[in-house]
């Protein structure tokens, strides 16, 4: 089937989670972000139709092949973050903005898919993110027709290992801006210049009532159970 793995949040892939607000994605946390506005690497996903595989092979030097992986989710856990940070790697190539294919676009066919993509070489892993996967019903099924093997990221850990990567991406590639309170990239993809995420990911949290916070962690802490049970790993989150 559909290989599917856990991954950290909220921290570089390759370093360990920090502590504190952003260290796990807490379904907490979760519930304070959804108010949130779209990410802002989202724009429509383009409307002409697909060029032809064979236009596309000589235009420019690689091929645009469908994505072997696939940041599904979860929605505000920091799978921008993650990807952005993730593209830093040579043997992969993303593309930037979320293609909602699997949910919203899907009638539009895997030729149109295809064409999002960036152009690859042989041995590079192409990705997308769209964190709406991950509570779409059809998705999994969708994904699996397109390709039983495709690797399915939900952001919680050590990226790198499970793509088969070599751990290229270390705590050396970033700093930490503090006025963001963010590790951010001391390069970019394709560039010389730090960048961080864009003012949409930072956001002032609410104080939230002690008396509500209890209640959420006695609500979540069945499932969280589960989870670890799933996973063979404690995240620690109650
Ligand atoms: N290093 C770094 N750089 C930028 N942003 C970071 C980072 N680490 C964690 N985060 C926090 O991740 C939250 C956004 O998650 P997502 O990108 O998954 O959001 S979305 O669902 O795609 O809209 C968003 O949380 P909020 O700011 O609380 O909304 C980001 O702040």
Redesign the pocket.
């Known amino acids: 089937g559909t290989k599917a793995f856990p991954y950290i949040?909220?921290?570089?892939p390759g370093s360990s989670p920090p502590d504190g607000?952003?260290a796990a994605p807490q379904a907490l946390?979760r519930l304070?972000?959804l108010l949130?506005g779209?990410?802002e690497?989202?724009r429509p996903a383009p409307d002409e139709p697909p060029t032809s595989p064979l236009s596309s092979f000589f235009n420019g030097s690689g091929t645009k092949r469908l994505p072997q992986a696939l940041i599904v989710?979860?929605?505000?856990?920091?799978?921008?973050?993650?990807l952005?940070?993730l593209r830093v790697h040579p043997d992969v190539r993303a593309v930037g903005a979320?293609p909602h294919f699997f949910d919203r676009n899907y009638p539009r066919g895997l030729a149109w898919y295809r064409d999002l993509m960036p152009r690859t070489l042989d041995g590079q892993i192409t990705m997308e993110?769209t964190?709406s996967y991950f509570v779409t019903k059809e998705a999994p099924a969708r994904i699996a027709t397109m390709a039983k093997d495709t690797k399915l990221i939900v952001?919680l850990g050590r990226v790198q290992d499970f793509l088969g990567l070599k751990r290229i991406i270390t705590d050396k590639h970033?700093y930490f801006n503090k006025t963001?309170g963010?590790?951010?990239l001391k390069k970019a993809e394709g560039s010389s210049k730090p960048h961080?995420?864009g003012k949409?990911?930072?956001?002032t949290?609410p104080n939230i009532d002690q008396e509500v916070v209890q209640r959420l962690r006695e609500f979540y802490r069945p499932f969280n159970m589960k989870f670890y049970q799933m996973t063979g790993h404690d995240f620690g989150w109650d």
Do not use: S, Y
């Open positions: 949040a909220n921290c570089p607000a952003h946390a304070q972000l949130r779209p990410d690497g989202e989710g979860v929605k505000k856990g920091g799978t921008r973050a993650l952005e940070f979320e993110k964190p952001v970033f963001k963010f590790p951010c961080c995420l949409t990911k930072g956001r949290h």
